[in-house]
């Protein structure tokens, strides 16, 4: 499934459960803000997805720093008279490293050294707060990346883990919305996947087999045609659960 469909269905989803736990409603906003990104965490493991361009610097930008201090560095070495040859050699050899680096870092590579640079900032702040939760998030964000996709990120295993995350951040903040919004945001975005002929491997790495109801492919015309009518019809299954909730049947 799109991005985007995965983000509508997700939120969808959350507002119905919200309609049927009243205890939520005042957790509501920070739940389904959890909700919304969950639905796109598990495809931080296609460097090209929604979330990984969202959470991350554009990769453009740090190739151009490095370029330029290769240049410098380059230029400083080569010109630099009163350095010593062994001082000239070190300072050439740097600047080719870094230019090095930077051509690796061209097209997806780029995308996933960023997406796992931004998982190192969770981390560091994760350390600094001490909060086991938010390391979890941070070891998640950093290695998801360089997974192949839709494979580990793609299982229970991995629902669990994010369920995990989310009762921790769900206990710092005292916000029980956190907890059952988020789980129930990635959750939607496996069984979404399962809908496509690809499928997924929930049960991976104990059995490496793609579990699917296919009945659309990814970005086909029929497949967009599909994911609209899935949105569609979890929408009004939302709207009638409010609606059931206002008139008082639902307590």
Request: charged share 15%.
């Amino acid at each position: 499934m799109r991005g985007i469909t995965h983000l509508t269905l997700g939120l969808l989803s959350a507002a119905g459960i919200v309609a049927l736990r009243p205890d939520l409603t005042g957790y509501s906003l920070t739940g389904m803000a959890v909700a919304g990104l969950a639905s796109l965490a598990p495809d931080l493991d296609e460097p090209g997805a929604r979330l990984g361009r969202d959470i991350s610097f554009d990769p453009k930008y740090f190739r151009y720093a490095l370029v330029a201090a290769a240049v410098a560095i380059g230029l400083w070495g080569w010109y630099r008279l009163d350095i010593s040859r062994p001082a000239r050699t070190q300072a050439l050899l740097a600047a080719l490293t870094l230019g090095v680096i930077a051509a690796a870092l061209a097209g997806k590579t780029g995308r996933r050294v960023m997406v796992a640079v931004t998982g190192g900032l969770i981390m560091i702040a994760a350390l600094w707060l001490q909060l086991f939760w938010l390391a979890l998030l941070g070891a998640f964000v950093i290695i998801a990346p360089f997974l192949k996709h839709r494979t580990y990120t793609h299982t229970g295993g991995a629902v669990v883990l994010w369920g995990y995350i989310c009762y921790g951040a769900a206990r710092t903040l005292r916000d029980d919305g956190i907890f059952w919004l988020g789980a129930w945001g990635y959750l939607s975005h496996l069984v979404g996947d399962s809908l496509t002929k690809s499928g997924i491997p929930w049960l991976l790495p104990i059995l490496n087999h793609r579990f699917a109801l296919p009945l659309m492919s990814t970005g086909s015309r029929r497949g967009n045609f599909l994911e609209g009518l899935i949105c569609a019809g979890v929408g009004v299954g939302t709207a009638a659960l409010w609606v059931a909730r206002f008139r008082g049947a639902l307590r």
